[in-house]
């Protein structure tokens, strides 16, 4: 005698459904980027909320991922992994970047052998302007504009 294991019918489409909501839900799970929105400096906390002590202070346009959220504040890590708190309602959708090496070259075109327009330090932050396969086109604060490659950068 062979005994074989039919699933019920129900159970089967319980798992199909889930499977599908895993699916359709995928694209929402997906990094979420924000920027500091406030012109004035930004304070990231240890907890979500005044009465927790400052961490450190973030300037206009600096780049953070999401983490979690607790009512209106988020949870959040900068491109060195720091981990804090900051108030959502001073924040933004603005594509930011942040530089991550030493010294980056700003070029004329999204190619190595392109003409250097400019540098930029580590840590200095970076309107998002474009993007192709490898760069980043970006603008620094003082109007300058440029092609990094994406591999010296961080954010959006």
Do not use: C
């Amino acid at each position: 005698m062979q005994l074989s294991f039919r699933p019920p019918a129900l159970a089967l489409s319980a798992f199909l459904a889930l499977v599908a909501l895993i699916a359709l839900a995928s694209p929402g799970m997906a990094q979420r980027m924000v920027s500091i929105a406030s012109t004035k400096e930004v304070n990231m906390r240890t907890g979500p909320g005044t009465k927790y002590g400052t961490d450190w202070t973030l300037g206009h346009g600096y780049p953070l991922k999401v983490i979690g959220r607790q009512g209106k504040w988020l949870k959040v890590s900068d491109f060195e992994n720091d981990q804090g708190w900051v108030y959502g309602p001073l924040t933004g959708n603005t594509p930011m970047h942040i530089v991550k090496v030493k010294t980056a070259n700003m070029r004329s075109q999204p190619t190595e052998g392109s003409r250097i327009v400019g540098k930029v330090a580590y840590g200095n932050v970076l309107k998002t302007l474009e993007r192709r396969e490898n760069w980043v086109k970006v603008q620094r604060e003082g109007g300058l504009r440029g092609w990094i490659a994406k591999r010296l950068l961080w954010g959006w």
